[in-house]
Nanobody, 124 residues
Framework: QLAVAESGGGLVHTGGSLRLSCVIS????????IGWFRQAPGKEREGVSC????????YYGDAVKDRFTIERDNAKKTVYLQMNSLVPEDTGVYYCALDLAAGAQCVVYLFDHWGQGTQVTVAS
């Protein structure tokens, strides 16, 4: 059965780094799309970074380009989100999500397997 579980959130100060992990349960790991999304208080959930594991195509939101990197470890069936140069605007609950056919499109409604989220707080 397909499932994802994220971890790695925490509290950091401006300029700090965190690495989030998303462990995927299920077969055929390299056929999925994995997305990282975030939701700040009072705001809609937005796509941060996504990867199509079948061809490695990636997507980054404008707000995180050149600061965040999405990476994969096939042996561990894990996708990471390396977040550098964090700023308070990056604060929110970060979710990992999986879909069978989203490609690298980082659109919320395309994903139908979601983790419970991990809190990221960036203090100024």
């Amino acid at each position: 059965q397909l499932a994802v579980a994220e971890s790695g959130g925490g509290l950091v100060h401006t300029g700090g780094s965190l690495r989030l992990s998303c462990v995927i349960s299920g077969d055929a790991f390299d056929t999925y799309s994995i997305g990282w999304f975030r939701q700040a208080p009072g705001k809609e959930r937005e796509g941060v970074s996504c990867i199509d594991l079948s061809d490695g195509e990636t997507y980054y939101g404008d707000a995180v380009k050149d600061r965040f990197t999405i990476e994969r470890d096939n042996a561990k069936k894990t996708v990471y989100l390396q977040m550098n140069s964090l700023v308070p605007e990056d604060t929110g609950v970060y979710y990992c999500a999986l879909d069978l056919a989203a490609g690298a499109q980082c659109v919320v409604y395309l994903f139908d397997h979601w983790g419970q989220g991990t809190q990221v707080t960036v203090a100024s």
